[in-house]
């Protein structure tokens, strides 16, 4: 299927199954990641702590995908939530709704946050798979649509995040 | 479509040097950037890594840039000496011109104190609370690291201009009852995610009457509803706060929102129906009446945090104990929330006080608020708290069990040694 570049803004058009680990509304960033790892800044070791405190049992393989409601990440400016998920190869994340400051964590390192209505139809184990703005729920049969991106942050995630976007401002701005 | 403005927007048209309105994406101007030792050394690495090609690796304004310690003060491990090592450097090799170390107290107590904050500004802070600036009339807004990584290099950010949603809040605070209680109560009543993508706008009567202090409190939680700002229009009160800090200010009165201004929302209350509020674990707008949870046993009360840790905060939590001990098996740490307000608060005979009543008194910092400190609670322990987060694991296990009110409920509630109406004691 065609899909134009800026698509891949999303999720890359890889053909792989995740298997989606589900949470409630109002998913806080302490329960993401804990404020005494907050003294770590590398992805991998943070990744050890996600969801340390609410769901120990949370050892997802990379290519699985979170799963939640309203309102995902509210709370802290901690990019250490958004970049815990990343370390531990979560593939996107998936909810009705995000919260503000988690949303641009997520756009800006390049971890894809998908707003997804139906996200409440995915229950927890389900397989599915993820591949530009489809979701195909394979253990239910069923198929969703996420919301696109505003066309200004496509531009910053066609860059490659927002510290390439800045150094592409950089290097034009010294050039003059 | 109308040609009147909320002062958000007004705000954004100048920082993007043209007239924008709610819903348009702009590249705007950053007046200051604040980041802290928490969130500080991710955004070091992200400007080196933007600046990875250049020669000259500075920064956009070194007078610009204010970093402080205040989460993780004095280090209490390793890695968070290692971070304050980073950060160090960082700022000497930046010349960052206001570069406060262990001492100084909270960003979000220190950046408004020290005059880094004048109303009509778009300020930048990796720290979500950073909407409390919204108390001197300035556009506060949390962001992540790469966010500030960005803002090191370039001066500014890209931001979508927020709709506002208006509170009106007429009428007259009860006894014992603050602004703590009504920010709480819109919490409660707007939900945590009912400000999403927002700036929320504090108005009325009982918003003007009150005293910086408290307007800090109030802009401080407007995070805790999903509100990107928590902005009060500037006023005499203001202009008097800012002006013993920032020679020569000069309140543009123009600052204001328009008469025809466009809201997403408008909602009105009467203060003077208001109850002391406690928001109960573990979300914040988990909120009731202080009476629906009078008698709850508590464990810890801790006084302080960038929400209510300042002078008028232990005052008027001295005055509730009134001389009274902290009940037998609960304990109480309280924090001033910057080097000014310890020494007032040291000055008034404070601290004596509450170390007399078998409080501990820390030095300024967070403390407990973020849990990544001293002050935890063990599991099964339940936590009284002036601070801004009752989340499950906040302040120590996720066991525990937080809840949030005033300076005066936490204060009732120490010396009863279980959560008590101030009105009762």
Redesign the interface.
């Known amino acids: 299927m065609a899909r134009k570049t800026t698509k891949k803004t999303v999720v890359e058009n890889r053909r792989e199954l995740s298997r989606a680990w589900k949470f409630g509304d109002?998913v806080?960033t302490?329960?993401i990641i804990?404020?005494?790892f907050?003294?770590?800044?590398d992805a991998k070791e943070l990744a050890k702590h996600a969801f340390e405190?609410?769901r120990p049992d949370f050892r997802p393989s990379p290519g699985d995908v979170v799963v939640a409601g309203?309102?995902f990440g509210?709370?802290?400016?901690?990019?250490?939530a958004p970049?815990a998920l990343k370390g531990a190869g979560i593939k996107c994340v998936i909810a009705k709704?995000f919260?503000?400051?988690f949303f641009?964590?997520s756009v800006?390192?390049g971890l894809p946050m998908l707003e997804c209505e139906d996200a409440g139809r995915i229950s927890d184990g389900d397989v599915l798979e993820v591949e530009g703005d489809v979701i195909r729920n394979l253990t239910k049969g069923e198929t969703y649509r996420t919301a696109p991106l505003?066309e200004?942050l496509e531009e910053?995630v066609r860059a490659g995040?927002?510290?390439e976007?800045?150094?592409e401002?950089?290097?034009k701005e010294?050039k003059k | 479509m109308s040609n009147d403005l909320t002062i958000t927007e007004k705000i954004f048209s100048r920082a993007s040097g043209r007239p924008v309105k709610a819903g348009d994406?702009v590249m705007a101007s950053i007046d200051r950037a604040m980041t802290h030792d928490?969130?500080g050394?991710?955004a070091v690495?992200?400007f080196y890594?933007?600046?990875?090609?250049?020669k000259e690796k500075k920064v956009w304004d070194p007078g610009k840039i204010i970093i402080l310690f205040d989460?993780?003060v004095p280090a209490d491990?390793l890695?968070?000496a290692k971070?304050h090592i980073l950060l160090r450097k960082f700022a000497k090799d930046q010349k960052i011109k206001h570069f406060y170390d262990l001492h100084e107290g909270i960003c979000h107590q220190v950046m408004p104190e020290k005059g880094h904050v004048l109303p009509g500004q778009l300020v930048v802070?990796?720290?979500?609370h950073?909407c409390a600036y919204g108390a001197v009339g300035a556009f506060g807004t949390?962001?992540?690291?790469?966010?500030m990584?960005?803002v090191f290099?370039?001066g500014r950010l890209?931001f979508?201009v927020p709709e506002t949603i208006r509170f009106e809040v007429d009428g007259k605070l009860g006894d014992r009852v603050y602004s703590k209680d009504i920010i709480l109560k819109l919490i409660g009543d707007v939900g945590?995610?009912g400000a999403?993508?927002k700036a929320c706008e504090y108005a009325g009567d009982a918003i003007r009457s009150l005293d910086m202090s408290q307007r800090m409190t109030i802009s401080n939680m407007a995070?805790e509803m999903?509100g990107?700002a928590g902005i009060i229009e500037p006023d005499r009160t203001t202009e008097a706060y800012v002006r013993q800090r920032s020679k020569g200010f000069k309140l543009d009165r123009g600052l204001k929102s328009d008469k025809g201004a466009e809201y997403s929302e408008v909602r009105e209350y009467d203060a003077g129906e208001l109850e002391p509020q406690v928001a109960c674990p573990h979300?914040v707008d988990n909120v009731v009446d202080v009476g629906k949870v009078e008698g709850k046993k508590i464990d810890q009360v801790f006084l302080g945090s960038c929400t209510n840790g300042r002078f008028e905060d232990l005052k008027t939590a001295a005055e509730v104990m009134d001389g009274r001990p902290v009940a037998k098996g609960v304990r109480m740490i309280v924090i001033p929330a910057s080097h000014t307000e310890y020494m007032k608060v040291l000055k008034a005979g404070l601290v004596e006080e509450f170390m007399n009543a078998g409080a501990l008194v820390e030095s300024p910092c967070c403390g407990p608020c973020?849990?990544?400190s001293f002050g935890l609670l063990g599991p099964g322990e339940v936590g009284l708290s002036t601070s801004n987060?009752n989340?499950?694991?906040?302040q120590g296990?996720?066991e525990a069990f937080v809840y949030l009110c005033s300076p005066a409920t936490a204060a009732a509630s120490a010396i009863k040694g279980k959560i008590a109406d101030p009105r009762s004691v």
């Not at chain 1, 907050?38 to 800044?41: A, E, G, Q, S, V």
């Open positions: 109002d806080d302490d329960a804990p404020g005494r907050l003294i770590i800044n405190g609410v309203e309102n509210c709370g802290s400016s901690r990019e250490h970049l709704s919260a503000r400051i641009r964590n800006n390192i505003p200004f910053i995040g927002l510290i976007y800045a150094r401002i950089v290097a010294h | 994406f928490i969130t050394p991710l690495e992200g890594e933007i600046m990875r090609d250049e989460h993780q491990s890695n968070a971070n802070g990796s720290d979500s950073t949390g962001i992540g690291s790469t966010d990584a960005a290099a370039l890209w979508r945590a995610d999403r993508y995070i999903g990107k979300n973020m849990g990544g987060r989340f499950k694991g906040r296990s996720p």
